[in-house]
């Protein structure tokens, strides 16, 4: 007789489902269209048009930035539910979530991107290096 234990975690996967392409990216905070990300546990949407119209992230979908209040993340656009459609994620009113305009996916910047427990998505946003200079308030963002 053989039993076989399966075990469960709630937790989401985390997997990059969003292809890669190049980025290499450097932002100031004291730039007034990224001012918000001088407090904690607010984002930007980073476009083509923050940065002289280089694409931005998967499908130019843009990259958002997230000060946590011990640094900062940076992830693509790019919903993670059904990323052949390219659907890019807006950012929510509280500054630390994003949501998708079709599936309603929300995804949780604090948590590393990931999706809320009610979302149809399952994986995380996909996440990009940080680099702070305090010195200049220049962030880097780069793969």
Request: hydrophobic share 30%; aromatic share 12%.
């Amino acid at each position: 007789m053989f039993f076989i234990t399966l075990f469960s975690t709630c937790e989401k996967p985390v997997r990059n489902v969003v292809p890669d392409v190049p980025v290499n990216l450097t932002i100031n905070i004291n730039d007034p269209e990224f001012l918000p990300l001088q407090s904690q546990n607010n984002s930007v949407k980073i476009t083509s048009a923050s940065v002289g119209g280089y694409d931005v992230g998967y499908h130019n979908n843009g990259i958002i930035v997230y000060n946590t209040g011990d640094g900062f993340l940076a992830f693509d656009c790019t919903c993670t539910y059904k990323v052949e459609d390219a659907v890019s994620i807006e950012l929510t009113s509280d500054g630390w979530t994003g949501i998708c305009p079709e599936c309603e996916s929300l995804y949780i910047f604090s948590s590393d991107g990931a999706p809320s427990m009610n979302s149809v998505s399952v994986y995380n946003l996909k996440k990009y290096n940080t680099s702070y200079n305090p010195n200049t308030g220049e962030i880097n963002i780069y793969n």
